[in-house]
C-alpha cells in the first residue's frame, strides 16, 4: 500500500523512538543471590522423573524429547484410550500434533479424578471483593456445578465443537463454564470482562458462538460493571448468538430478552450427572483471542491433552506446587495465565486456587497480603505493575501482616525491573522465598523459562527469566537469521523444539499462524521477543521486537489502537507507541494527523479519541499522552509534524 505523506511521517517517528520502548529495564548486570528453597516435589517411585535431578531431567527432556513427554503423559493424564504416538510435529510448517489417536475429556482430568479420591477437597476459594468474604468450594462441588451447566448448554443446542463465549468476573460459575465447555467438547472463548462491547462482538463474531455465557454485574474494587448491559451490546451484531445465559452475581435484576435465560434457574433443572465427550487429543480446548503486531486480535487455539499435561507439569514444578498447599494467581482468567494458573494447571493437580476478585488496593494496598494471611497461600503469582503500585506504599501494608505461609513468589506477563523485584523478594518474602520471573505468552500455554525447576538452592539472578523449562530449546538468532552460538550474545527468542504447551493454529486463519510464528526463521518458533544469554547461559528477555506493547501486563497492538483512532472522522493518520511508565511499564503515546481545514479544538478532538478507543477496544488502551499536528512539506527539511 503507498504510503502518503502522514503515514510516512509517522512511521519515521515511530522508527526513531526505536519503535519500541521497553528498554526502561535496567540490564547491567546484577548482583548474585542465593535463594533458600526447600527440594521440589518428588514425583512417584516408578516415575521418569523419579530420583533425576532437574539437569538431568531437562538433558534428558532435550536428548530424548518423546521419551520424556511419553512418560510424564502417560503417568499424568487419565486417558479413555491410549495415544499411540507421542507427536506428529514439523515446525517448518507449522504443523504440530501431540499424542495423536488418545482419548481424554479435561474436565475428567480437572474434576472427576479427585472427587473418587477426596470429595470434599477445596478446588476453588473464591476471594470475593470484599476481604473476609470469601466462599470455598469444594471438588465435588465444582464438579456438580460443572455437570448442570454443561447439560444446560446442551439444552440450549451446544454440541462438541461448538463455541461458546465467556464473559464473566471472577467467580466459581466462570470456572464451572470453562469446564463445563470442556466437559461436552464445545470450545469456550473467555473475554476479558475489561473489554468494550466492539471488542467483545469482535471476537464472538470471528469465532461465530452459538452461546454468550454472562453475569448480570461485575464487582471489582468497590465498583459494579454492568456486563449484561455490554452483552446486550455486543450480540446485537452477532447472528450467531442464539442464547445468553445470565448469572446473577448481584441481587440487581437486569433486564432480560429473548435471547437471555437465567443461568442458576436453568441449571437447577437440570441434573448434576454428565457424561464427559471423549476428545481426541488434538481437539479444540479453547480459543483466546490476543493482539499481535497487526490486524485484529487472532484467536490462538489450544487443544486438549498436550496443553492439560503442560500446565500441570509446569504449575507444579515451576512453582514448587505439594498436595495441600493454596495457590493464589492473582490473574484473570480472561487471559492466558488465568487459564493456565487459575484453572487448568491447579485443579489437574487437584490443587487448591484462588480466585480473585479484587484489585492490589482494594481496599487498601495491604489486601494481596491479608489475603495471604487469611487464606494462607503458599505461592503467590502476581504481574510486576500491581508490584510496582504497591511499592509506592509504606512496607508496613506489607509487614503488618503473617506472611511465613509463602514458599514461592511469582512474577509474570512483563519485565520485571529490579526495584519491584527487591521489594517482592526482601519486603514480601523477607528474602526467604524463591522468586520465580516467568517468561511465557498464550501461544506457549504455559512457563518456558524461569529460574525453576531447579535443584534446591539453586541461585537465582534477579529480575531474569534464566532457565528454560524441560523440553523447552531456546535460540537466539541474529538479524541474518543464524542461530547465534556461545554466550553473553542477544537477538531474536526463538524456541527451536516442539512441546505439547504450544499453540496449534489461529482460528479460521492458520496461514497466518504460519507466517507470524514459523516463516520469519524457518525451522523455529518465533516468539516477537528479544532475550539476552549471560555469560553463563542464562536467559534475560529484552522485550518485544514489533509492534506489540505491554500496557499493565495487557498486551496491546499499537495497530489496533491506531485502527481505532482512525475511525473520527478528522483524523486521517496516526501513530501509536509505547513509552515507559514507571507503574503500567508501558502506556501508548498517539500522534495524531488532524486534516487541513478542521477548525481545531484540541480538547475536544482528545476526549473524543479516548472514547473512540475505549469503546473499539477497552478503557485501558486509551492513550496516555496525545500530540495532534499538521503534516507539511518543508522544501529543507522534508515532512513536518508541528
Ligand atoms: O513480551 C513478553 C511479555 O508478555 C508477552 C506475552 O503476553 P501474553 O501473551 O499476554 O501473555 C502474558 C502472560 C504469560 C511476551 O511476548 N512477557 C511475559 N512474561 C514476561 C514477559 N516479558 C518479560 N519477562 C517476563 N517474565
Not at 414 to 430: L, T
Not at 456 to 473: K, L, S, T, Y
Request: hydrophobic share 40%; charged share 20%.
Amino acid at each position: 500500500m503507498a504510503l502518503h505523506g502522514g503515514r510516512a511521517l509517522l512511521l519515521l517517528l515511530k522508527c526513531a523512538r526505536g519503535g519500541r520502548s521497553h528498554f526502561w529495564r535496567d540490564l547491567s548486570p546484577v548482583p548474585k543471590l542465593l535463594c533458600r528453597a526447600r527440594p521440589l516435589s518428588s514425583a512417584a517411585p516408578s516415575s521418569l522423573l523419579a530420583g533425576k535431578t532437574h539437569a538431568e531431567l531437562r538433558e534428558l527432556s532435550a536428548r530424548e524429547p518423546e521419551r520424556f513427554w511419553d512418560s510424564v503423559a502417560r503417568e499424568r493424564i487419565t486417558w479413555i484410550r491410549g495415544f499411540e504416538r507421542v507427536q506428529d510435529c514439523d515446525l517448518g510448517r507449522g504443523k504440530i500434533g501431540w499424542f495423536l489417536g488418545g482419548q481424554l475429556n479435561v474436565s475428567v482430568n480437572c474434576l472427576d479424578v479427585h472427587v473418587a479420591k477426596d470429595p470434599n477437597r477445596v478446588a476453588l476459594i473464591w476471594e470475593r471483593d470484599d476481604p473476609g468474604t470469601e466462599e470455598m468450594v469444594t471438588y465435588r462441588e465444582l464438579l456438580e456445578m460443572t455437570c448442570r451447566l454443561a447439560n444446560t448448554l446442551k439444552s440450549h443446542g451446544i454440541r462438541k465443537g461448538d463455541r461458546v463465549a465467556i464473559y464473566m468476573s471472577m467467580c466459581p460459575m466462570a470456572v464451572a463454564a470453562m469446564l463445563a465447555c470442556a466437559r461436552i467438547g464445545a470450545v469456550h472463548t473467555v473475554v476479558f470482562a475489561g473489554f468494550s462491547s466492539d471488542a467483545l462482538a469482535d471476537r464472538i463474531q470471528d469465532a461465530e458462538c452459538k452461546v454468550v455465557i454472562t453475569c448480570n454485574q461485575g464487582v471489582r474494587g468497590g465498583r459494579v460493571s454492568n456486563l449484561k448491559v455490554t452483552v446486550d451490546a455486543a450480540v446485537k451484531s452477532c447472528p450467531s448468538v442464539k442464547s445468553v445465559l445470565v448469572a446473577q452475581r448481584t441481587n440487581h435484576s437486569v433486564p432480560m430478552g429473548e435471547l437471555d435465560t437465567p443461568l442458576e434457574e436453568a441449571m437447577a433443572q437440570e441434573s448434576c450427572v454428565c457424561p464427559p465427550e471423549p476428545m481426541d487429543s488434538e481437539d479444540m480446548l479453547f480459543l483466546l483471542y490476543t493482539s499481535g503486531s497487526t490486524g485484529k486480535p487472532k484467536g490462538i487455539v489450544h487443544t486438549q491433552a498436550g496443553y492439560l499435561l503442560y500446565t500441570s507439569l509446569t504449575h507444579q514444578y515451576v512453582f514448587d506446587y505439594c498436595p495441600g498447599d493454596v495457590f493464589g494467581c492473582v490473574a484473570d482468567i480472561g487471559w492466558i495465565t488465568g487459564h493456565s494458573y487459575v484453572v487448568y494447571g491447579p485443579l489437574a493437580n487437584g490443587g487448591t486456587t484462588v480466585l480473585f476478585e479484587s484489585t492490589p488496593v482494594y481496599p487498601n494496598p495491604g489486601r494481596y497480603w491479608e489475603m495471604v494471611q487469611r487464606l494462607r497461600i503458599n505461592q503467590i503469582y502476581a504481574a510486576p505493575t500491581a508490584l510496582r503500585l504497591l511499592l509506592k506504599y509504606e512496607d508496613s501494608w506489607v509487614k503488618k501482616h503473617d506472611r511465613s505461609s509463602l514458599r514461592t513468589l511469582g512474577s509474570v506477563g512483563e519485565p520485571i525491573n529490579h526495584e519491584a523485584w527487591d521489594w517482592f523478594y526482601n519486603v514480601v518474602g523477607e528474602g526467604q522465598c524463591p522468586l520465580v520471573d516467568t517468561w511465557w505468552q498464550t501461544e506457549t500455554g504455559g512457563v518456558c523459562i524461569a529460574p525453576r525447576p531447579a535443584e534446591p538452592g539453586a541461585e537465582i539472578r534477579p529480575a531474569m527469566a534464566m532457565r528454560p523449562f524441560f523440553g523447552i530449546q531456546p535460540a537466539l538468532m541474529d538479524e541474518a537469521g543464524q542461530v547465534l552460538t556461545g554466550n553473553d550474545v542477544s537477538g531474536a527468542l526463538c524456541i527451536g523444539q516442539p512441546w505439547p504447551g504450544m499453540a496449534r493454529s489461529i482460528y479460521g486463519d492458520h496461514q497466518r499462524f504460519v507466517d507470524a510464528y514459523f516463516k520469519p526463521y524457518p525451522g523455529y518458533y518465533f516468539t516477537g521477543d528479544g532475550a539476552f544469554r549471560t555469560a553463563d547461559g542464562h536467559y534475560q528477555i529484552t522485550g518485544r521486537m514489533d509492534d506489540v506493547i505491554n500496557v499493565s501486563g495487557h498486551r496491546l497492538g499499537t495497530a489496533e489502537i491506531e485502527d481505532a483512532l482512525d475511525e473520527h472522522p478528522d483524523v486521517p493518520e496516526t501513530a501509536v507507541i509505547g513509552i515507559s511508565h514507571d507503574v503500567k511499564g508501558e502506556v501508548p503515546f498517539a500522534f495524531v494527523v488532524m486534516k487541513e481545514n478542521v477548525s481545531e479544538n484540541q480538547e475536544a478532538v482528545v476526549k473524543e479519541l479516548r472514547q473512540l478507543v475505549a469503546t473499539k477496544i477497552a478503557k485501558y488502551a486509551v492513550p496516555d499522552h496525545f500530540l495532534l499536528g499538521r503534516v507539511s512539506r518543508d522544501s529543507g527539511r522534508g515532512l513536518m509534524f508541528s
